[in-house]
């Protein structure tokens, strides 16, 4: 379920109008937007995604796992959990 709705949200033209995105800061939310425009719809999703928040981690110098926390808030929030 969660891949389903990670690529829903890349499907989005990378637009987040939501609470968790709105509650980010500045580098945060341009740091979510680039592993967006990163990952690809082809090929092995999850993989893509992977390396994506490792290389983005390392260019805007955020923690990665600040990166996997809020897309699992984002999912959460997606689903009404």
């Known amino acids: 379920m969660t891949l389903?709705?990670?690529s829903n949200l890349i499907k989005?033209?990378?637009?987040?109008?939501?609470e968790?995105?709105?509650?980010l800061s500045p580098i945060?939310?341009?740091a979510i937007n680039?592993?967006?425009?990163?990952v690809k719809n082809d090929g092995?999703?999850?993989?893509?995604f992977e390396n994506a928040i490792e290389k983005i981690a390392e260019f805007h110098n955020v923690n990665k796992k600040e990166i996997e926390d809020y897309f699992?808030?984002?999912?959460?929030e997606q689903l009404g959990v």
């Open 28 to 30: 945060m939310k341009e």
């Open 20 to 23: 968790s995105f709105n509650n």
């Open 34 to 38: 680039d592993v967006l425009k990163l």
């Open 4 to 6: 389903n709705k990670v």
């Open 44 to 48: 092995n999703l999850i993989f893509n």
């Open 72 to 76: 699992d808030k984002e999912t959460k």
């Open 12 to 18: 989005e033209n990378y637009l987040l109008d939501t």
